[in-house]
Nanobody
Framework: QAQLVESGGGLVQPGGSLRLSCAGS????????IGWFRQAPGKERERVSCISSRNGGTTYADSVKGRFLISRDNAKNTVLLQMNSLKPEDTGTYFC?????????????????WGQGTQVTVSS
């Protein structure tokens, strides 16, 4: 059964950095576009970033552009999300999920194999 597992979350001060990892189990991530999402308490889940499967094209939410970087490590069957200059509003549970389509124009409901999430808390 295909499943994604997130790791790397934690507590960090504003301005700090974290690197999240999305590992594939029973699924080869390079065959899919992989999205990173986050959900804050009381808010809807939102897409933060996505990396397409073939051309490696990436997308970012406006709120994280210039601060977050998504990349693949195919040797480890993982997708990474490097988060820099973190802000309190980046706090939330971060999830990754896969979709058999390019990142552009795909709805969150099309993503599958959701992981359990990893908590990111940005606070002083």
């Amino acid at each position: 059964q295909a499943q994604l597992v997130e790791s790397g979350g934690g507590l960090v001060q504003p301005g700090g950095s974290l690197r999240l990892s999305c590992a594939g189990s029973g699924i080869t991530l390079d065959y899919y576009a992989i999205g990173w999402f986050r959900q804050a308490p009381g808010k809807e889940r939102e897409r933060v970033s996505c990396i397409s499967s073939r051309n490696g094209g990436t997308t970012y939410a406006d709120s994280v552009k210039g601060r977050f970087l998504i990349s693949r490590d195919n040797a480890k069957n993982t997708v990474l999300l490097q988060m820099n200059s973190l802000k309190p509003e980046d706090t939330g549970t971060y999830f990754c999920a896969a979709v058999a389509s390019p990142c552009v124009g795909v709805d969150i409901r099309d993503f599958g194999a959701w992981g359990q999430g990893t908590q990111v808390t940005v606070s002083s």
